[in-house]
C-alpha cells in the first residue's frame, strides 16, 4: 500500500488512503482564501476603470 502525502511540498501530511483530494484539507483551504483574495483585488480594479471611464476621468482617487 502506498502512502499518500499531501502535495504541496511545505506540508507533506500524511492523507488517509481513500482522501480523493491531492492536498490536505489545510492547504486546500490557503489556496481557496489566497484565490478569493486575488478576485476581490481584481475586482477592485475593474471597478476602478469602471467608474473612471464612466466619469470621463473627473473623479480621481486618492492615493
Known sequence: MKNKKC??????RPLPEEYKHRYCENCR????KQFKDAMKAVAGVAILVVLTVLTRGKIKPKG
Open 7 to 12: 502535495k504541496n511540498k511545505k506540508c507533506q
Open 29 to 32: 483551504n490557503e489556496q481557496i
